[in-house]
């Protein structure tokens, strides 16, 4: 079955660029949905189809798929931007199914 | 507004059933795939089965195949998963998640505040 592969971790200063990385085979040709979840709360969409943004989501998150790896990049990272956040493709190969990476937890500093 | 709420659940036995209900408004129901995905506590996010929009197609991960059975009622607005033979590693926060799209291959743009169920003798 397919893997998507987060690091457990990323710490990043106020202000600065934080970039989470997801990486799976040829995950360049599938596409890939981003998650925030804060803690006791429900998962929030922040980025679909590789790099859409839905309504309400700040320009500072954005996305990007190629090759082996997807990125989420969020710019000017703020306080609140500290969760968990998950990425997600749909797998088709053998059967349709949902995978997702194991969450990576941004710490602001 | 979009909104989905879970209901049902709660305490099960292993090898018994529970069943859980997600009662969506705020938009036009029919038209869009449904999914339930779980957290275990203290894990990451793991998807359990999705609907489509019409309730013709429906897609279920390996570890519950066999066991746990997704429906929906348009005419009612509600998606029901049926869990049947429940384990312990079963014990998780269940989310019902609404697709950006009628068909499943889409991202969860809505996704409600979760339901706890808890597989325990």
């Known amino acids: 079955s397919y893997v998507l592969t987060q690091s457990p971790s990323v710490s990043v200063a106020p202000g600065k660029t934080a970039t989470i990385p997801c990486g799976g085979d040829?995950?360049?040709?599938?596409?890939v949905h981003w998650y925030q979840q804060r803690p006791g709360q429900a998962p929030l969409l922040v980025i679909y189809y590789d790099s859409d943004r839905p309504s309400g989501i700040p320009e500072r998150f954005s996305g990007s798929n190629s090759g082996n790896t997807a990125t989420l990049t969020i710019s000017r990272v703020e306080a609140g931007d500290e969760a968990d956040y998950y990425c997600?493709?749909?797998?088709?190969?053998?059967?349709?199914?949902?995978?997702f990476g194991g969450g990576t937890k941004l710490t602001v500093l | 507004e979009v909104q989905l709420l879970e209901s049902g659940g709660g305490v099960g036995q292993p090898g018994g059933s529970l069943r859980l209900f997600c009662t969506a408004s705020?938009?036009?129901?029919?038209?869009?795939?449904m999914s339930w995905v779980r957290q275990a506590p203290g894990k990451g996010l793991e998807w359990v089965s999705s609907?489509?929009?019409?309730?013709?197609?429906?897609y279920y991960a390996d570890s519950v195949k066999g066991r746990f059975t997704i429906a929906r009622d348009n005419s009612k607005n509600t998606v029901s998963l049926q869990m049947n033979s429940l384990r312990a590693g079963d014990t998780a926060v269940y989310y019902c998640?609404?697709?950006?799209?009628?068909?499943?291959?889409?991202?969860?743009?809505?996704w409600g505040l979760g339901k706890l169920v808890t597989v325990s003798s």
């Open positions: 705020g938009y036009t129901f029919r038209n869009f795939a």
């Open positions: 609907v489509s929009g019409s309730g013709a197609n429906t």
């Open positions: 998640a609404k697709g950006r799209l009628g068909i499943v291959d889409s991202a969860f743009d809505y």
């Open positions: 997600q493709v749909w797998e088709n190969s053998n059967s349709r199914q949902v995978v």
């Open positions: 040829n995950i360049g040709t599938k596409t």
